[in-house]
Each structure stands twice: as C-alpha cells, then as structure tokens.
C-alpha cells in the first residue's frame, strides 16, 4: 500500500520558516507528480506547490517568491520550504501523489501567529 507522511509542520511567528517532509514509500516519487496542498478551517482544499515527474514545478500564485518544492530522489522524499509566512499561511498540509487513485497523506498542522 502506498503511503505519504509528512513531517516538519508546527508554531511559527510571522516571518519565519518551516521545512515540511513527505516520505514516500511502496512508490518512487520521481514517477509522479508530487504535490502540496493545504485546508484551512472552513476551506476548500487547494493546490499550494508541484513538482513534475521531470521535475518541473509550479506554485500557487498567493505563495509564489516564498515557498519552494523540491524532491530527494535518493531518499525518496519531498519537500516543502516555507519562508516569509503569513497568518493566512496556517492550514493543514497535506502531501499527494499522481498514483492512481491518488494518494493523501494525514497532513501536517502548520500554524503561523502574527
């Protein structure tokens, strides 16, 4: 069974930065379009960054300059750097991979105190 965990979410004050993790297992990440979401409280579920099987990556356009994804090939995880965050950047984050059907990780709490 496929399996995503993230790691690295927390209490941050206004300005600062986290570094979130997605382990993958039972899946090799370089094969499909990773991706970070997040859900605040009574909100949609969106799109926050992607990484492309080639490696190409595309960004929401209320983090873009500040978020960065990227991926470790040989450890088989993803990354999420957060940096200048916001109080609207608090949320649950949730990592994703293409497979079929999609897998979700259970998310990681990032809360951002201004």
């Known amino acids: 069974q496929v399996q995503l965990v993230e790691s690295g979410g927390g209490l941050v004050q206004a300005g600062g930065s986290l570094r979130l993790s997605c382990a993958a297992s039972r899946i090799i990440v370089t094969m499909h379009t990773m991706g970070w979401y997040r859900q605040a409280p009574g909100k949609q579920r969106e799109l926050v960054a992607a990484i492309m099987r080639g490696g190409s990556t595309n960004y929401a356009d209320s983090v873009k300059g500040r978020f960065t994804i990227s991926r470790d090939n040989a450890k088989n995880m993803v990354y999420l750097q957060m940096n200048s965050l916001k109080p609207e950047d608090t949320a649950v984050y949730y990592c994703?991979?293409?497979?079929?059907?999609?897998?979700w990780g259970r998310g990681t709490q990032v809360t951002v105190s201004s």
């Open positions: 994703q991979a293409s497979t079929f059907p999609v897998t």
